[in-house]
């Protein structure tokens, strides 16, 4: 069930790529981190694209998991003031009042900013860090998608069609769903059954000895052996 958001996840790159291309042509800034993920996941989905090495879209996949979670991290690291003070180069916050003006005119009139702002802090540090370690990276790579998705909604809504794209939101949702269709390493690998072993596609020992058979008295009787092949 990979393919699926194998397929939405470039689909998602390729339009993310198109309207950033327009977004920095017209004169949008283009900041150097944004520039990089742009970078990294176009080339990482023109890899995945194929599907003869496995382990090239496996590796692909991983590395986008992990920049995407440290931009989380970086983002929650960011409204903390860890990344420098308000104004500063690279910096979008800069502390917690401005994160928290800057949700509250993504929302309406009657939505709490500082539980959404909570929330949003919460979800970002929590999916950063299992994107970084890969764990569970299919539900990761989906719930970072739906995430990012509400996050450009949210930003369309309050400031506008181009603000996703000062922050490649596009891009990133495409750079989600491939994280969580990287698939295993091996084409080898076949699904297991419960609770035992994938298999790895060679055949054992065991499997390529001739069975016993048993005889009427419940004796273990030796398999008859091959008629040898006539000269």
Same mark, same amino acid.
Do not use: C
């Given at each position: 069930?990979?393919?699926?958001?194998?397929?939405?996840?470039?689909?998602?790159?390729a339009?993310?790529?198109?309207?950033?291309?327009?977004?920095?042509?017209?004169?949008?800034?283009?900041?150097?981190?944004t520039?990089?993920?742009?970078?990294?996941?176009?080339?990482?989905?023109?890899?995945?694209?194929?599907?003869r090495?496995?382990?090239?879209?496996?590796?692909?996949? /991983?590395?986008?998991? @992990?920049? %995407?979670? $440290?931009?989380?991290? !970086? +983002? =929650? *690291?960011?409204r903390?003031?860890?990344?420098?003070?308000?104004?500063?180069?690279g910096?979008?916050?800069g502390?917690?009042?401005?994160f928290? /003006?800057?949700?509250? @005119?993504m %929302?309406? $009139?009657?939505?709490p !900013? +500082? =539980? *959404?702002?909570?929330?949003?802090?919460?979800?970002?540090?929590?999916?950063?860090?299992?994107?970084?370690?890969?764990?569970?990276?299919?539900?990761?790579?989906?719930?970072?998608?739906?995430?990012?998705?509400?996050?450009?909604?949210?930003m369309?809504?309050?400031?506008?069609?181009t603000?996703?794209?000062?922050?490649?939101?596009?891009?990133?949702?495409?750079?989600?769903?491939?994280a969580?269709?990287?698939?295993?390493?091996?084409?080898?690998?076949l699904?297991?059954?419960?609770g035992?072993?994938?298999?790895?596609?060679?055949r054992?020992?065991?499997?390529?000895?001739?069975?016993?058979?048993?005889?009427?008295?419940?004796?273990?009787?030796?398999?008859?052996a091959?008629?040898?092949p006539?000269?």
């Amino acid at each position: 069930m990979d393919r699926p958001r194998l397929i939405g996840g470039l689909g998602w790159v390729a339009i993310g790529l198109a309207l950033q291309a327009v977004y920095w042509l017209t004169g949008g800034p283009a900041g150097a981190v944004t520039a990089a993920l742009v970078t990294v996941t176009a080339i990482a989905a023109l890899l995945m694209a194929q599907r003869r090495r496995p382990q090239i879209r496996w590796w692909a996949g /991983r590395i986008v998991a @992990g920049l %995407l979670g $440290a931009d989380f991290l !970086a +983002a =929650v *690291a960011d409204r903390f003031g860890l990344l420098g003070a308000p104004g500063a180069p690279g910096v979008s916050w800069g502390d917690w009042d401005h994160f928290l /003006r800057y949700t509250d @005119g993504m %929302l309406p $009139a009657w939505a709490p !900013a +500082a =539980v *959404a702002a909570i929330a949003a802090t919460a979800a970002e540090l929590a999916l950063g860090a299992l994107l970084l370690a890969g764990a569970w990276w299919r539900w990761t790579g989906k719930l970072a998608a739906g995430l990012l998705t509400t996050y450009g909604v949210a930003m369309i809504y309050g400031y506008g069609w181009t603000s996703p794209l000062q922050y490649a939101v596009p891009v990133l949702i495409g750079a989600a769903l491939l994280a969580s269709a990287r698939g295993g390493r091996s084409a080898n690998r076949l699904p297991s059954r419960a609770g035992e072993p994938a298999s790895s596609g060679r055949r054992t020992r065991a499997a390529a000895r001739p069975t016993a058979q048993q005889n009427g008295n419940g004796r273990v009787a030796a398999a008859p052996a091959r008629p040898s092949p006539r000269n």
